[in-house]
């Protein structure tokens, strides 16, 4: 074609304009059913009147657990929660019943004793890769102080080295933190995995 | 492919774990022609509710359709392949619309409506064309709520294919008074870096279980022995994991069954008749619903794992269930997933549950360590300089036959790995003469 006759057949046409409230798909059999995304029910925390002090003193706590998995200190780990204490990682936001739906992590602390038992046994054989994690927790927000209880929202944000591979997991704590003579003491530590229900490469080992 | 040169009676050629020539041949002869699970008719209650999943390399949908009927669907768009449902699951309303050019079909796949059709006016692309609809699996049929698809239009029936194993379902269900369970709307997925076959071979390896899990087994049987003493009792979910560090002797008592197709069960269970309130509840309503002796015999059925080869495990009295579905030579998805027994306390349920998530969960205490063995595994098989052959010869010639049925006199004889090689080898054969 020369470029005489290229401009000639450009030179004419229509201009698509967009017809308000109907698409293509609606146009030829309309069922108006939505097929993207549902409403989130990821939890928003409120925000409690605190003092700068016991903001400070929540988020060193909470600076200081996290070291503690890195540094694989599961007795001090393990520790940090009170007798009847719980962590537990359910499968979505919504889940309300540690003990009465699916989990990925739901102990007490005896079963935190367990899992310990197992990391520290000689033969774990899955623990003779080498293998760590790398904690950065932020977002930290006091959700209430009543006498003796502080509720505290923050996320997390875990890498984990097992021999070459790398993995990032993240998602949010929520402590329910009970003041102590021994300082403060997680009574649940509720973790909401983002990619909790992501395939995984190999499995969770250690608490998040 | 030569068999012969692949599987003796007694071992098997490391490459029919590494492969891809051996590994595409059983997508395409073994996956993409037997019998595999779908998923649960519970897990699409409404119409237009779908799962997703894989059929050997085919992308598959299972919907619920407007008859209440559940359909499989090939999960891709005629027009220009496009898969429909991009999600793992969700509802599509009463058709499933593509999104590209808005093509739309009926739930049972039917064409529903193609925007200008005008367009095809003359071509050969016709309505009536079948090429113009989502193409349904070849054959779909399912046993007690569990859907399966075969895509091939020829073979055995899903209950030839099934043969005993069905007890599998049957002792899953038939631990419900009403006969009946449904799904746990939660699916697991842990990807194995390891052939399938590792994972089908452990689970009726008995004699893997004292060593593999021996740092979970240890811990759990003194804290259970320390609660024991301390307060008389102690959880039935610490069993569950002390159980796993028993000694060679008592595995070797237990007995495996391996039946034709490669499918088998390792007997035995862990002890869940206990004598508390929840449970003398529990049976008692199991009488009720069955009359005494049958009721006895749904609760004693000695199980611990019942194997649906070449991709099932199923865990029936907990109701528990593991689904493989291969990648690559070198790896698998696996798909866990929890029942509920109908009409029984929720105690019931809740101490299943703990098994579920101590075990099958992505933080499990057990199977962190099978995938580090299977993952080491793949990469030994790897090596050609330091040995082709598998071993398979404990307790070879030791074993009993009957009508078929292979019965281990060891729990721990290598009968399970040969039984499987056996059906894996009919598979591959059959294929070479077609």
């Given at each position: 074609?020369?470029?005489?006759q290229m ?25 108006h ?5 549902r409403?989130?029910t ?16 929540v988020e060193?706590?909470?600076?200081r657990?996290?070291a503690?998995?890195?540094?694989r ?30 989990s ?8 935190m ?5 197992r ?6 054989w899955?623990q003779?890769a ?5 904690h950065?927790?932020g ?18 944000q875990?890498?984990e080295?097992?021999?070459?591979a ?7 704590y929520?402590?329910?933190l ?20 992501a ?8 608490w998040? | ?7 003796e009676?007694?071992r ?5 774990y ?8 059983e997508i ?7 019998w595999?699970?779908?998923?649960h ?11 997703t ?6 992308p ?8 209440r009927?559940?359909?499989v ?23 499933f ?6 093509w739309?079909f ?8 193609i ?9 050969r ?13 070849e ?9 399966f698809?075969s ?17 599998a ?8 008074p ?6 746990v709307p ?5 990807v ?62 237990v007995?495996t ?21 929840d ?5 008692a309503?199991?009488k ?12 004693s059925?000695?199980?611990h ?7 099932l ?7 528990q ?13 696996s798909?866990i ?16 549950l ?13 199977n ?19 040995g ?9 010639g030791g074993?009993?036959?009957?009508d ?15 039984s499987?090689f ?12 077609a």
């Open positions: 074609m020369s470029t005489t401009g000639k057949v450009l030179g004419t046409g229509v201009v698509i304009e967009a017809v308000e409230s109907m698409t293509g798909a609606d146009s030829i059999a309309p069922d059913y939505g097929r993207g995304a409403p989130s990821q939890y928003v925390p409120d925000v409690a009147n605190v003092s700068s002090a016991l903001q400070r003193e060193t706590w909470l600076y657990q996290a503690l998995l890195d540094a200190r599961w007795q001090d780990w393990i520790d940090l929660f009170t007798d009847d204490g719980v962590y537990w990682m359910p499968v979505a936001p919504e889940q309300t019943d540690w003990l009465g739906e699916p990925i992590f739901a102990e007490d602390r005896l079963l004793e367990v899992r310990m038992g990391l520290q046994h000689p033969n774990a899955s003779a080498s293998w760590g994690t790398n950065l927790v977002n930290v927000i006091v959700e209430s102080e009543q006498a003796d209880t502080v509720h505290v929202y923050s996320r997390f875990a890498m080295l097992r021999r070459d790398v993995r990032h997991f993240g998602g949010s929520r402590h329910t009970v003041r102590t003579p021994a300082g403060l003491r997680v009574k649940l530590q509720r973790v909401d995995l983002m990619n909790g229900q395939a995984y490469d190999y499995v969770i080992q250690a998040l | 492919m030569n068999l012969s040169a692949l599987i009676p007694d098997v050629h490391r490459s029919v590494t492969d891809p020539a051996i590994f595409d041949a395409e002869h073994i996956f993409e022609k037997t595999v699970y779908c998923g008719e519970s897990q699409v209650p409404n119409v237009g509710d779908y799962w999943m894989t059929i050997g390399r085919q598959m949908v299972m919907v619920r359709d407007r008859d009927s559940v359909r669907l090939y999960n891709r768009c005629p027009h220009r392949g496009v898969q429909l449902c991009g999600n793992q699951r969700g509802n599509t309303g009463n058709a619309v593509c999104s590209y050019h808005a739309s009926h739930l049972d796949g039917r064409m529903r409506a925007p200008l059709m005008k367009g095809y006016d003359g071509t692309l016709t309505p009536g064309n079948p090429d113009a609809s989502m193409r349904p699996a054959r779909v049929d399912s046993y007690r709520g569990f859907v698809a895509l091939s239009s020829d073979g055995p029936s899903l209950a030839e294919f099934l043969g005993d194993a069905k007890v379902f049957d002792d899953m269900c038939d631990r419900s009403v006969g009946e369970v449904e799904v939660v699916c697991h997925r842990v194995q870096h390891s052939n399938w076959k590792f994972f089908m071979e452990n689970q009726l390896d008995s004699l893997h279980p004292s060593v593999t899990h021996q740092s979970t087994g240890v811990p759990a049987r003194r804290i259970e022995s320390r609660l024991k003493a301390e307060r008389g009792s102690a959880p039935l979910f610490f069993h569950y994991l002390s159980a796993f560090a028993s000694g060679f002797d008592q595995w070797d008592s007995q069954v391996n039946l034709p197709r490669g499918h088998g069960v390792l007997k035995a269970y862990m002890g869940l008749r206990p004598t508390d309130p449970t003398l509840e529990y049976e309503l199991m009720r619903a069955y009359g005494e002796e049958q009721a006895e015999a749904f609760l059925r000695s199980i794992h019942v194997l649906v080869y070449p991709y495990s199923v865990q029936s009295p907990l109701q269930l593991r689904c493989l579905r291969p990648i690559a030579p070198d790896r698998t998805l798909e997933w929890h029942f509920r027994l109908k009409g029984v306390p929720e105690a019931i349920y809740r101490r299943a703990w098994y579920f998530n101590l075990v099958n969960s992505p933080s499990t205490l057990i962190a360590d099978d995938l580090e063995n299977w993952t080491k595994g793949q990469w030994g098989l790897q090596s050609s300089k330091a082709d052959w598998v071993s398979f010869h404990r307790h070879f074993d009993t036959e009957r078929g049925v292979l019965y281990s006199n060891q729990g721990t004889s290598e009968v399970v790995m040969r499987q056996r059906a894996w080898a009919d598979y591959m054969a059959r294929a070479a003469r």
